[in-house]
């Protein structure tokens, strides 16, 4: 019975062997392992935060309302002033423009005002930002010297002349 036995264990190992082989043929190839490969670094230099420009949405709406306030408070004031008897000494409008007419072209020339300080402003040279922003402002102060002399200006008056500081260049 010994023999049986060993008989029996013989072919269990046989059998057992036999069908662990079988189950591992079965099975899926062993994934190969991924070989890194190191690739040559390329520094790229990292821009300094002057390069880097962000549209300042707060210097331009102030800037834009105070030209519009200077440039209505301009038309206005020339509005009052031609219609008490004074004339306008722009040659663009003439000397007595109509009200519509003048108003329209005031906003053509306020419009493409503001569009070129939007482009200026956008720019990544701040060179260029500030070159816009001096032009607003010299324009805004050029109408708000107008509106106030023209408040104060006697239209009866004929040696009573109004000029721009930008007439002279």
Not at 32 to 60: A, C, M, N, Y
Not at 138 to 148: G, I, K, M, P, S
Not at 157 to 167: I, L, V
């Amino acid at each position: 019975m010994k023999w049986q036995a060993e008989l029996v264990c013989l072919v269990a190992l046989v059998a057992g062997g036999a069908r662990g082989q079988e189950v591992a043929a079965n099975l899926p190839d062993m994934p190969e392992p991924k070989v890194e490969t190191v690739r040559s670094t390329v520094s790229v230099p990292v821009p300094l935060h002057d390069d880097i420009h962000r549209f300042d949405k707060r210097v331009f709406w102030s800037m834009t309302g105070a030209l519009a306030a200077s440039q209505i408070a301009d038309t206005l004031t020339t509005e009052s002033v031609i219609s008490h008897g004074g004339h306008e000494q722009n040659h663009i409008f003439g000397q007595h423009p109509e009200p519509v007419p003048y108003a329209m072209t005031n906003l053509g020339i306020f419009a493409a005002q503001v569009g070129i300080f939007y482009l200026t402003e956008h720019s990544k040279h701040p060179a260029i930002r500030w070159t816009g922003r001096a032009f607003i402002a010299a324009v805004t102060v050029n109408h708000a010297q107008l509106a106030a002399y023209n408040a104060s200006v006697n239209p009866h008056d004929p040696t009573q002349k109004c000029s721009s500081f930008m007439d002279r260049f």
